[in-house]
């Protein structure tokens, strides 16, 4: 058996640091990501933990422009119509926020869960079945953690409707739903600071008010 | 603004390790963490992205021991309830597996997600809300990873009934789900193959068969 790693104080801090340094990034530079580096990517975001060992993430890589644009102009359908449920300043500013890097980023991925897979055998699920898709979601911090220790940042597009999207790639399985769309480069810039908060939308909650005891 | 930091090989190397060593714990030394550990975890987690930024964990400590007793009572009911949905060798296989560290783990947190929160201004959610979930589950993924640098293990229990775990750790707010319950401690034993494959419930499924191209 292999000999467990040593995790120093050097490494912790580090990890921290990869932790406030993450970010949701929309503005990317177009440059192309090295060959071999998404495949890289997604296969360390296989080492997410998932309920019973189901590994549900099913990873589409997007590269047709004709799938993308689709997506893009999904997106900015959806994104028109979110603007509606703000007035005043607060829709200037939502109309002023750059929300997805869907026209720049030179990688793309949409992610799905297999929502109906055997393997695992339904360990664990009976009682929490969304745990399935929750999977999924830990795969992808996974990726996004390991992607921006490599320089390369990732944005969440969540401003779309899953089912076109589906429908948009072809996806035949009706079991697959989508979890998330990301796009994925080199970002321009560099931030502590979540954008939302740069620019006014959502400060930071304070700790305790996330916390109760019992 | 502070500079951004430098990831070399050695760190991303680390990181790996890091996603390789995680595991889902369910043996725990009875061993208590150190003061101020479990909050400065809980306080990582935090650093999650989620939708809109709109911070929806809320994390409940539980240190009361009957509330500890009825939620294992729970855990045992619904693991039984499990245990008839197979049959045979599989049977056997499932009942001796341990699937929660419940009995010994010296700290547990019921992790919630406020699912009307207005933190955020609903920025995101409107074609996809399950990411308000999601962004719960980015935060769990972050405090899994964290703990685990400090060679603290994580344990995450789904084989529970969530209105049950809400209702004996009388959670008043109506808008609060639980995403998941964690024992947390130090493992009495690391590996780098999950528990579900060492025991042959569950391999690892092929890196090929979780990725398509469009």
Redesign the interface.
């Not at 969540?158 to 899953?162: D, F, K, Q, V, Y």
């Given at each position: 058996?292999?000999t467990?790693?040593v995790?120093d104080l050097q490494?912790?801090q580090?990890?921290?640091?990869?932790?406030?340094?993450?970010r949701?990034v929309r503005h990317f530079k177009t440059d192309p990501l090295p060959s071999g580096l998404l495949?890289n990517l997604?296969?360390?975001a296989?080492?997410?933990?998932s309920?019973?060992?189901?590994?549900p993430?099913?990873?589409?890589?997007?590269?047709?422009q004709n799938?993308r644009k689709a997506i893009r102009d999904n997106f900015e359908a959806?994104n028109q119509?979110?603007l509606k449920?703000?007035d005043g300043q607060?829709a200037e500013t939502?109309a002023s926020l750059k929300?997805s890097g869907l026209d720049r980023a030179p990688a793309q991925v949409a992610v799905f869960c297999d929502s109906h897979t055997t393997?695992?055998?339904?360990?664990?699920?009976?009682?929490?079945p969304?745990?399935l898709?929750?999977s999924v979601?830990?795969s992808?911090?996974?990726l996004?953690?390991?992607a921006?220790?490599?320089?390369v940042g990732i944005g969440?597009v969540?401003?779309?409707?899953?089912d076109m999207i589906k429908e948009i790639?072809?996806?035949q399985q009706d079991s697959w739903d989508l979890?998330?769309y990301l796009c994925i480069g080199y970002p321009e810039e560099?931030?502590?600071v979540?954008e939302?908060?740069r620019f006014g939308?959502?400060?930071?909650?304070p700790?305790d008010q996330?916390?109760?005891?019992?």
């Open positions: 058996m292999p467990p790693p995790f490494f912790q580090q990890l921290d640091a990869l932790f406030r340094w993450r949701d495949d997604l296969e360390t296989t080492l997410a933990p309920v019973g060992n189901s590994q993430w099913r990873f589409v890589v997007v590269e047709d799938c959806c119509e979110a449920d703000y607060k939502y929300l393997v695992g055998q339904g360990l664990g699920q009976k009682t929490m969304e745990t898709k929750y979601v830990s992808i911090q996974t996004w953690l390991s921006r220790a490599q320089g969440w969540s401003i779309i409707e899953p790639l072809d996806i979890v998330a560099e931030h502590d979540p939302l908060v939308w959502q400060d930071r909650l700790f996330t916390v109760l005891r019992r």
